[in-house]
């Protein structure tokens, strides 16, 4: 059974930074790709980060370009969104996903109804 445990989220001031974990079992990363999505009150669910099974390459939103970073650690079986910088439209429930037809085209809105397998979100506020 595959799951998915999203921790790290939590409040903090325009500027500043965390780390979101995602804990993952079930499946191996050489066979899903794996992402973060948000959404906000009001707002579809928007792919934020990607990291493809293949050769782990990493695709951004242009919202968090240059401020997130995503990454894998494969003996922890966890994958990692440093989020820097952070602004108040990054407020959101931050949601860890994988599906092995998920392609990383997410980050433009593209095949998000593809993913099937999703965490249950952590919360992030960011306050100006």
């Known amino acids: 059974e595959v799951q998915l445990v999203e921790s790290g989220g939590g409040m903090v001031q325009a500027g500043g930074s965390l780390t979101l974990s995602c804990q993952v079992s079930?499946?191996?990363?050489?066979?899903?790709?794996v992402a973060w999505f948000r959404q906000a009150p009001g707002k579809e669910r928007e792919g934020v980060s990607c990291?493809?099974?293949?050769?782990?390459?990493?695709s951004y939103a242009d919202s968090v370009k240059g401020r997130f970073i995503i990454s894998s650690d494969v003996a922890m079986n966890t994958v990692y969104l440093q989020m820097n910088n952070l602004k108040p439209e990054d407020t959101a429930v931050y949601y860890c996903?994988?599906?092995?037809?998920?392609?990383?085209?997410?980050?433009?809105?593209?095949?998000?109804?593809?993913?099937?397998?999703w965490g249950q979100g952590t919360q992030v506020t960011v306050s100006s």
């Open positions: 996903a994988a599906d092995p037809y998920l392609i990383c085209t997410v980050v433009r809105g593209i095949g998000i109804e593809l993913v099937n397998h």
């Open positions: 079930g499946f191996t990363f050489e066979s899903y790709a």
């Open positions: 990291i493809t099974s293949e050769d782990r390459s990493t």
